[in-house]
């Protein structure tokens, strides 16, 4: 489970290198980000293939990772002049997608925890009700 939230480190770790002006960390956080948002988004298809959850979590997850490609193309060498606003931006809407992300996994785990209580009083007031 490490691996879910290594893209979004990640990318903290780009955007934090790019407010401090190391554009060249940056970018290699980013490059690294890459291939660990890719894994995130087959993970979370993989959950949604085996019914665990539905298709908007691979969806955020490929959205995330669409922008962390963006952001890294944005940034390229042959940019002159800076690293674009946008590609900033790119970074911070993919963290807001991945904490959203985190988010919607958290509420449906304490949904599945409260999920076997309930089942289980009204067994149990079923059972005292016979």
């Known amino acids: 489970m490490a691996r879910r939230p290594l893209p979004a ?3 903290f770790v780009a955007l934090v290198a790019d407010l401090s002006g190391a554009h060249g960390v940056a970018l290699a956080a980013l490059l690294a980000a890459i291939p660990a948002a890719f894994v995130l988004t087959l993970d979370c298809f993989a959950d949604a293939l085996e019914s665990h959850c ?3 979590r691979p969806l955020v997850a490929g959205g995330g990772l669409v922008l962390l ?3 890294a193309t944005l940034r390229s060498p042959a940019v ?3 690293v674009p606003q946008v590609a900033v931006s790119a970074i911070v ?6 904490a959203g992300l985190a988010l919607g996994v958290l509420v449906a785990t304490i949904r599945g925890a409260q999920s076997p209580v309930a089942s289980a009083e ?3 007031a079923e059972r005292i009700a016979a």
């Open 9 to 11: 480190a990640l990318a």
């Open 69 to 71: 490609v963006l952001s």
């Open 54 to 56: 539905g298709l908007r």
């Open 93 to 98: 809407l993919s963290l807001l997608l991945y």
């Open 80 to 82: 002159v002049g800076g």
């Open 122 to 124: 009204s067994v149990e």
